[in-house]
Every structure is written in C-alpha cells, then in structure tokens.
C-alpha cells in the first residue's frame, strides 16, 4: 500500500479532499411554472447556468400526484463554494425552499493500474469500467476466486485469452457459433491485468457458463433459459446473471431462487416498448433489472425504460471479447447486466454474508445520478451504477467498526488503524514534535486539521 508522509516545515492550517465535493440540493419550485420551465430549458441547453458544475436533476416524487409535488426537485452539483451556490439560486426567485443535504464524498485517488493491452495501447477505450469507477473498487478487492458469476447464455469461447482462465465451468451442448455468452461472460470477469485484452468488472472472480440450446440467429426457448437458470441455482451458484428479454421464471421460482441466497441480474431489453421484460418477476428482492447509460452518463433512449427498471450501467459500445480470441464494440443492456453481476461478485468478496435483498439495496442506494434522468421520472431505475461506492458500502456494512474519529489536541505520538473501515480526522492539532499515523482499509477524510512545525502526518 502505498504510504504518504508529511513533515511540517511551517505551521499549517488546512482540509483537503480527493476531489472537489458534490452537494444534494431539495428545491421547491414556486407556483409559477414558468419558472420550472426557464430553469429546466437552461440545464438542458447550458448544463447549468450558474458557474457551477451540474451533474442531475430529477423530479423528487415522481409516484405522487398531487400538483404541488410536481415542483419539487433533486438536484446535485459539484461547488467550490456551496454557500454561495445557495445564494445565487435563491437570487433567481425560481423557489419557494432550497434544503442542502449531506456532503457526498467520493475519494479514490488512485485508480488501481491496469495493463490489459487493447486498452492501453488504445485499440479499444475503457469508458465502461471507468464510469462505474471500478478501478477505484479494486482497490479495496480484485474479487475472490471462489466466487462464481452463472451465466445463461449461448455460446462460450472457453480458449479465449482473456476467458482460459475464468470460466471454470461449462455445461450444455454447442449450437453454433454465436458469440453472445463469451462477450457476456467478458463483460463480467474477463481476465484483468494479464497483458492482454481488456478488463472485466469481476477481476478474479469466477464465471460458470450454461449454454442455452439456440439458432443460428441467436434466439432460443424460454423454456431453455428457464432451465439454464434452474439448473445453476442447483449447484449452488450465488449470482446468476440472464441477457435476455425473458426468463419465463414464475415469482414463486424467482422468490425460491432469491430467498436461499442467489441473485438474478437480468437484462431489462433493447426497447423502450411494452410488453416489458421480467415484469412478473422484477419487484422480488434480489431480481436486478438493468438497462443502459452511453459514456457520457445519459439514458440511452433506445433501450428499456419503465417501472421494472431497478438501475442502468454502461451499455453502448462497450470493448468485450467475442468468438475467435477477438475483441469488439458491443451495445445492448445484455452488456449492463454482467456488469452489475461482477460488482455483485465485489460486494461478495468483501461481505459474504450479504442476502440478495441487502445487495440489491446497496446498488440502488449507492447508484450514482444519470444526466438526463429528470426526463424519465421512475422509468430508469435508481440511478447508474457505481461499483466503487457499492463495494465500499457492502465493506462498511461488514465492519464493527465503520469509521474511526481523530479529533482534538494530539501531543504524543499517536497511530489510529481501522482494518476495514475509514478513518475521519477533523477539529484536530498535532503538535510539535508528535507524529500521527493513520492507516485505513477505506479512506482517510481530513477536514479542519492543523500541524505544527516539525509535527509529522503519515498515512498508509
């Protein structure tokens, strides 16, 4: 781990954080709904019309019809100086109330290198595992191998260089050469930092492909799927991951599957039209339906949005391997599912004790803002997914001792170590000659901190 020193040469007042804060903002447009409209338009059209970095704005309760309810917002923004950012809003006369919530801390400075050779020479670009910040959740776990993600699914290049050393099993007779199951199962866990390839969000985790009979064409029986399903709940595997519209599963088979400690991540389809994908099903905890965001973070208007949505993830054009030991630019919400399934794996390696319901309700509580999600009040699910902050939440929810707190004069030598949880120093004086040494398995948050000269900080 990598261990930072300072050593005071001045007396030194300061707080630092990894980068710059972001702020979840409540407004209450007032009843004029030309003010709603003005401002929505200059989001829209600007990003933000104040010197502020807009991130999102959805409608608060979208599943309330009461016409009042219709003017209250969610809105999150990056500020320097939040304050003000307060201020200016309130000049505008666009509100009726304005409530700051809590300071949103996303600290990851340094992103776990990678060397898989089609991203760094630049053959392919990286966008998906960057915007779920998995390379930042890699730094907490590269996964366990004895986690296995199932996959249901067609074909399975088993000798492809990035999958040899990932799929440890493989069931069901060949149909043809479709090469939907090897860039599923890539999407999941391909081998990551081997030299080659590209990266899978699963890293060492493990990937048990069941093939589904199929076309040519790539279609095939729901009753097939279903079997594939049942058949990997029965030996046992925890994440079962399904790219396709429809699993034919009943609610009694998916509360069966769910309440004995397997979670279903299922593709929510590549139309925004009825009938819509897993509807019977989605609303079992544990049942994870998932459509896209691009690489910029918006909805991508083609694929699923509806009530059954439970959170998106990057689905267009997204580098997996294919048949053949090649690599390609594939999009469809078949590419979003394994990813939130090779988080899943994450958040088992670092608590395995998690049910599918606890699962699901982290990913969704730690889901990040999609851009234009105010566009679709309730249709895109909690939010994109973040596998940092869901690994990091799923560790916490392991910890007895989640966050330790450093405040007040410190005058002797001093060393605070939390083995799997943050460590929070603020209001706080080292004085000179004291040293304080902090070492976290999560983060180290300094706010409002002051050294001496000749006081020393090092943080592991």
């Known amino acids: 781990m990598k261990k930072i020193v300072f050593t005071v040469i001045a007396s030194l007042f300061f707080a630092f954080n990894c980068f710059p804060e972001e702020y979840d903002l409540t407004v209450v447009f007032n009843n004029s709904s030309k003010n709603k409209d003005f401002f929505e338009k200059a989001i829209r059209a ?205 609610k009694t088979e998916a509360e069966e599957i769910t309440g004995n400690g397997t979670v279903l991540t299922l593709s929510a389809g590549n139309t925004p039209d009825p009938p819509f994908s897993h509807s019977t099903i989605a609303n079992v905890p544990g049942v994870i339906v998932v459509s896209a965001v691009d690489k910029n973070n918006n909805y991508y208007t083609s694929f699923a949005r509806n009530q059954y949505v439970d959170l998106c993830a990057p689905g267009v054009y997204v580098a997996v391997p294919i048949n053949n030991n090649d690599y390609q630019y594939i999009s469809g919400t078949s590419i979003s599912a394994p990813l939130v399934a090779g988080t899943i794996a994450l958040m088992l390696s670092v608590n395995p004790n998690l049910t599918p319901a606890e699962i699901e309700t982290i990913l969704k509580n730690t889901a990040a803002p999609i851009n234009n999600a105010y566009l679709y009040p309730g249709l895109t699910g909690a939010g994109r997914l973040d596998t940092y902050a869901a690994v990091r939440a799923a560790q916490i929810a392991a910890c007895p001792i989640p966050v330790v707190n450093v405040t007040g004069q410190i005058t002797n030598n001093r060393s605070e170590k939390n083995n799997c949880g943050d460590i929070q120093v603020q209001n706080a004086k080292v004085r000179t000659p004291a040293k304080l040494t902090l070492d976290a398995a999560g983060e180290v948050n300094i706010i409002d901190f002051e050294m001496e000269l000749g006081a020393e900080l090092e943080i592991k």
């Open 46 to 250: 600007n990003g933000f019309y104040l010197k502020e970095q807009f991130i999102s704005m959805t409608l608060s309760w979208p599943e309330v019809k009461s016409p009042r309810m219709a003017y209250v917002y969610d809105i999150r923004v990056k500020s320097d100086n939040i304050d003000e950012l307060v201020r200016e809003l309130e000049k505008t006369g666009c509100f009726e109330e304005i409530v700051l919530h809590e300071i949103i801390s996303a600290c990851c400075p340094n992103p776990y290198p990678i060397n898989d050779a089609k991203i760094v020479n630049g053959t392919f670009n990286n966008y998906a595992i960057e915007l779920i910040n998995a390379r930042c959740a890699w730094n907490i776990t590269q996964g366990n191998p004895n986690i296995v993600i199932a996959i249901a699914d067609m074909e399975f290049e088993k000798t492809h260089e990035d999958l040899s050393s990932q799929i440890i099993y493989l069931s069901g007779q060949t149909s043809g050469g479709n090469h939907h199951g090897t860039m599923v199962a890539g999407a999941a866990a391909a081998a990551t930092n081997n030299n080659k390839g590209v990266c899978g969000v699963g890293y060492n985790s493990k990937i048990a492909a069941y093939r589904i009979p199929h076309t040519s064409g790539g279609t095939a029986s729901s009753g097939d799927i279903r079997n594939a399903i049942k058949n990997a709940y029965l030996d046992g595997r925890r994440i079962i991951n399904v790219s396709w519209a429809g699993s034919r599963l009943s």
